[in-house]
């Protein structure tokens, strides 16, 4: 076959794969008959209300030097990894405040971070040298604060966006890249198990941004990417996506499982986050704040113990929207409190307990806030 | 097979046998390397329609799984039961839980100057927080810049200083470890350079984004995220006009 008559035939695939598109698409319209708010509004489901100091921000993590871009917390929710353009993991006990680790990195441009499982290593990724790094917390750093890195994960061709290690396995861990792929790597060995995506693989067409691991069933994980979509993909078969969710109009900067396992959210550069079932794929919820004013990016999201609220961190001063999800409102703005944030929110984590939101910003600091009201018996 | 001739003017050269004039023999010129078929370019577009072909299957399983699934109000009602099954911290009106009262977990301070009975040892919390331990010579439970002295935190900063012979990163004088490091001017730079670049200054103490001695080329130019723009890491001005800075 001539290269010219590939050519048509690449433009003949490429119709029909826009004309399926587009029919899966309507089709996928159709089984829309309410969304979450309409239902729970149906029911009669009143509006969660927070008086003004219910949430508060009990502590204040002071340390870094320049913007926090990432953070997580332990399983047992007592300490947390953060990660800073100063070039700095800090690693913090949470309750007290106190610093234990401060880890200097070899390459200062970092995006992510992550603890494992036993909370004895962390790994961190970034920039210019496309690697994923692992550091172990019971290593001496000298009086510099340099670690030396226990392991290095490179492969990827592009940055390193996000890492998380599988739950319940310290042994692997996922990074999705700037080189439109994600990555299962063996921690011990420090090789690639898995790609998903690429470019002659069916998976994301451009940067991925966001991981996030499923807790009930580690071998699925969801994936954010600025090709508007969020994926669903299987640990065991990296071939293919195993679904694919559209909506978004814009970048999908972060993705977390709903608490259930069985839903995940997303927030993205077009100022909404959504809500999908991942066994249908259908759209359940759209949160889109009011107003004439411009959208702005939603940098990321956490959802609560129960999944009745949404955390959303927004790319301006300091929002960071509390959503009722089931009536699709928001109750509460974390920037208009006591203490808030005084830039941007660049990342949200909440504990595994589900008592306290961590929140990272550009102005340096981290922030932890949990529920300081009055429960009432019912 | 392709040829190995070449024409001089119409003339093929190497003719064996035959003995030309130099003077009558026109200059050479180089031919156009002849039309090779480019296998690299067929190979990649026949890998694309491939794909683009796979992805048609897979477009047409799935269409095929929608028919039978079932309507979003019934995915609404799973996601309303588990919701309202599930206790959560966060909310104001709960169910008594039985368990601790997680929150109060995080209203235990550490013992400050006088109060040291105040940490917390209600039978709420979950006795994550005890009094911390005030070292003997390094300060190791001290919030923010603070140290201990005796049993308790004072604003002064005991921890040993050692010098910072080389302001490479900017730490501001807080307790790592024990080692309280000031520098003698707040290096605010981001990121270090490597390679070939030495120590940055701070022209402009106020920015953070200090500028920096690298030369290093457009061609170590690396992808900013989302701004799909190439831009060389050590390109900061005083004001951060590199984009990398500004949405970094």
Not at chain 2, 40 to 66: H, P, S, T
Request: hydrophobic share 30%; with cysteine; net charge positive.
């Amino acid at each position: 076959m001539s290269v010219s008559e590939l050519k048509e035939r690449h433009a003949a695939a490429t119709e029909t794969v826009n004309n399926l598109r587009d029919r899966l698409i309507q089709r996928r319209l159709q089984l829309l008959d309410t969304d979450v708010a309409k239902y729970t509004a149906a029911q009669g489901r009143s509006p969660v209300k927070f008086g003004a100091t219910d949430l508060v921000c009990c502590r204040t993590l002071q340390g870094h030097t320049g913007k926090v871009h990432s953070l997580d917390w332990t399983l047992e929710s007592n300490r947390i990894v953060s990660a800073s353009q100063d070039g700095r993991l800090i690693v913090w006990n949470a309750l007290t405040s106190q610093k234990t680790h401060a880890i200097k990195l070899p390459c200062a441009w970092v995006m992510t971070c992550a603890f494992s499982p036993n909370g004895q290593t962390v790994a961190c990724g970034g920039l210019l040298d496309s690697v994923c790094s692992i550091f172990s917390l019971s290593s001496t750093a000298d009086k510099d604060g340099t670690v030396p890195v226990s392991r290095m994960l490179s492969g990827h061709k592009g940055y390193v966006s996000c890492c998380r290690y599988v739950p319940n396995d310290d042994a692997h861990l996922i990074t999705s890249s700037g080189d439109q792929t994600c990555v299962l790597w063996d921690v011990t060995t420090g090789l690639k198990i898995s790609v998903f995506g690429g470019e002659f693989q069916s998976g994301h067409t451009a940067d991925v941004l966001s991981v996030s691991i499923s807790e009930s069933n580690p071998t699925r994980f969801i994936t954010g990417s600025c090709d508007t979509t969020a994926r669903l993909w299987d640990t065991r078969d990296a071939s293919r996506a195993v679904g694919t969710f559209h909506g978004h109009k814009g970048d999908v900067n972060t993705v977390k499982f709903f608490p259930d396992g069985h839903r995940f959210g997303t927030g993205s550069e077009d100022g909404t986050c959504r809500l999908y079932d991942i066994r249908t794929g259908h759209q359940l919820q759209v949160y889109q704040p009011q107003g004439d004013g411009e959208s702005l990016p939603v940098t990321s999201i956490a959802f609560s113990a129960s999944g009745r609220l949404l955390f959303a961190g927004y790319a301006n001063n300091n929002t960071c929207y509390v959503w009722d999800t089931f009536l699709g409102e928001v109750v509460l703005d974390l920037g208009e409190l006591q203490d808030s944030h005084k830039n941007r929110i660049s990342c949200l984590g909440m504990s595994a307990d589900g008592s306290a939101l961590c929140t990272g910003s550009w102005d340096s600091n981290l922030k932890i806030w949990a529920f300081g009201g009055h429960r009432r018996v019912i | 097979m392709a040829s190995t001739s070449c024409s001089v003017g119409g003339e093929v050269a190497g003719e064996t046998g035959l003995a030309l004039a130099k003077s009558s023999l026109p200059p050479p010129r180089p031919k156009s390397p002849p039309p090779y078929p480019d296998l690299y370019g067929k190979r990649r577009e026949a890998a694309r329609v491939q794909m683009l072909e796979r992805e048609i299957g897979f477009l047409e399983g799935e269409i095929k799984f929608v028919e039978g699934l079932q309507p979003s109000s019934r995915c609404c009602k799973e996601l309303s039961d588990f919701v309202v099954a599930n206790s959560d911290p966060m909310i104001p009106a709960q169910r008594k839980s039985r368990r601790h009262c997680r929150f109060w977990k995080w209203l235990c301070f550490p013992c400050l100057s006088v109060a040291s009975f105040c940490c917390c040892c209600r039978p709420e919390c979950s006795c994550h927080l005890r009094k911390p331990k005030c070292c003997n010579s390094t300060c190791c439970s001290c919030v923010g810049s603070k140290c201990c002295n005796g049993s308790c935190c004072s604003n002064s900063c005991c921890c040993p200083k050692p010098s910072c012979p080389k302001c490479l990163s900017c730490p501001s004088c807080s307790c790592f470890l024990g080692c309280c490091c000031s520098c003698p001017d707040l290096c605010c730079c981001i990121p270090t350079c490597f390679r070939s670049c030495s120590r940055p200054s701070c022209l402009n103490k106020k920015s953070s984004c200090c500028s920096c001695n690298c030369k290093i080329k457009w061609s170590s130019c690396f992808k900013c995220p989302k701004l799909r723009l190439c831009c060389c890491f050590c390109n900061c001005k005083n004001t951060c006009s590199n984009p990398c800075c500004l949405a970094f």
